[in-house]
């Protein structure tokens, strides 16, 4: 899930031009086990279903991470060819196993998936028979301490999915506390967002705020713990992660470059774990599918442009129960799912880019 990435021009496989808070955890205490927990993907068989694989189809997978969609799809359609792209170098390299083995079927290139077009003209892929994304952190950066995702385990404030870049503890020791409200209000739907900012800028005044645990416990000295709820700090180190890898704007570029590679019965796949990606996917899904905006009576009637993809199911798919107990982390996932007709790729909405941005700062209002 780790497609939101800066490409160094790495890449495996293909032709050789190509080629290359209180319970947090000390990280030393971790890596042992980080290895054998085992990374599961996440609505697996429904992707599958969903890409519809084609016999000798051209496929992108935009966020390869451990490399189970990707497998899973090779498998699915021995004869189908699939270029999957990944920001995290280490994702890139651990997947030098499945390169070979899958004998010049699978292409890994260190990118963007908001590159997803370029790539694929790249490396002679275009036009695809199917995109997909699973949108997010993956649970292997999640269990590396030493990456910063996670209050679990205390490590370096980092979160770059590329390890280049910005780092989480750059944005909370150097942004202005406006600024900072607005990026725990809006990434990270936190209600005290301006007293966690406050405490933030109060507490960096003294020294640095450097690792997770720091960041954890400042947090949870600031919102309340709901009984049998998440921790805390489970917002503000969403809304920094999002911030950081820049994740809704990637998303939205992301599905406009999908949309301009795709051909006629190509499919879109997209993964999402929580609301705010949901809602930009299924707005530009929505309009795409030539859904009209609510109007009014009083106001003329507004003109709906050519549709360039029907869905494939009129709502999300979820995961099942079973799914879920077996790998809690599919509890929020949803599935969105379009294929694309001949009409031409528009241009992006203002709208839609808006929902990936910060808005300004507001008033000041109790928290």
């Known amino acids: 899930m780790t497609g939101h990435g800066s490409r160094d021009d790495g890449a495996i496989g293909g032709p050789a031009r190509h080629a290359p808070a209180s319970q947090v955890t000390p990280a030393s205490q971790v890596n042992a086990s980080q290895d054998a927990a085992p990374h599961v993907p996440v609505l697996l ?52 196993d499945l390169v070979a083995a899958m004998a010049g079927r699978l292409i890994l290139s260190q990118a963007r998936f908001s590159e997803l077009a370029e790539e694929a003209e790249r490396f002679q892929m275009a036009p695809l028979d199917g995109v997909v994304l699973d949108i997010g952190v993956s649970s292997m950066q999640i269990d590396q301490a030493e990456r910063g995702f996670s209050f679990r385990f205390d490590g370096p404030l980092d979160m770059r999915m590329a390890r280049e870049g910005q780092s989480a503890a750059d944005l909370i020791n150097e942004a202005e506390e406006g600024l900072l409200a607005n990026i725990f209000y809006h990434y990270g739907e936190e209600r005290r967002s301006r007293a966690v900012a406050r405490a933030v800028v109060e507490t960096r005044r003294k020294a640095p705020i450097e690792t997770t645990k720091q960041l954890a416990e400042l947090v949870a000295s600031i919102v309340w713990a709901e009984p049998g709820g998440a921790h805390p700090a489970t917002r503000v180190f969403q809304a920094l992660r999002i911030a950081v890898n820049d994740e809704l704007g990637e998303l939205v570029r992301a599905l406009h470059a999908a949309e301009a590679v795709l ?105």
């Open 45 to 96: 068989a429904e992707v599958i279903e969903a890409l519809a694989l084609k016999p000798g189809g051209r496929y992108l997978d935009g966020t390869f991470g451990a490399g189970g969609y990707a497998r899973a799809l090779l498998e699915a359609a021995p004869d189908a060819t699939l270029l999957a792209l990944d920001r995290d170098p280490t994702a890139i390299a651990g997947g030098a």
């Open 263 to 367: 051909k006629p019965g190509g499919r879109l796949v997209v993964v999402t774990f929580h609301s705010l990606e949901d809602r930009i996917v299924k707005q530009f899904l929505s309009e795409r599918s030539g859904r009209a905006p609510a109007g009014s009576r009083h106001a003329p009637a507004i003109a709906v442009a050519q549709p360039t993809f029907s869905l494939v199911n009129r709502g999300p798919v979820a995961p099942t129960d079973a799914e879920m107990r077996i790998n809690p982390r599919a509890r929020s996932a949803k599935l969105r799912a379009a294929e694309r007709n001949a009409a031409s790729a528009r241009s992006p909405e203002p709208e839609l880019v808006a929902l990936a941005g910060i808005p300004a700062p507001q008033p000041r209002r109790r928290s």
